[in-house]
């Protein structure tokens, strides 16, 4: 088997077992990207190309950010804290001194809630 590996040049292009098992995809094989000397390179140019591969706005960003705005646990808290404000104007029992704490509680345990309930 060696003998014929060695016959056939196949045993230069796989990797050792060690290569395989550290870099399985070959992200750090040690090649250049690019074979100009750091002098020789446009950075601007460069830069300019990789920004325009970016995509900072499209219909998928705009689906995910949407989905995330109109979720139960961001809207419920509004309106709690919308309908408890009009409901304590209305009866003149406003005191912001024990309402603002007692908001702040609220939300406290409205976070804790809600990430027991995502891991559910």
Known sequence: MVV???ES???EDKRDLLDDIEDPH?????EEINYQPVEELNLKEIVKEEKAKIKTFSF???K???R???SLFRILPYIFLILGFIALKN???LELRFYLPALLLGIVVGSIVSKE???N
Do not use: W
């Open 68 to 70: 995330g705005s109109v």
């Open 91 to 93: 009866n003149e029992l």
């Open 117 to 119: 309930a995502i891991k």
């Open 26 to 30: 070959e992200l750090y094989d040690g």
């Open 64 to 66: 995910h950010g949407a």
């Open 4 to 6: 014929s590996n060695i």
């Open 60 to 62: 998928k960003s705009i």
């Open 9 to 11: 040049d196949s045993f």
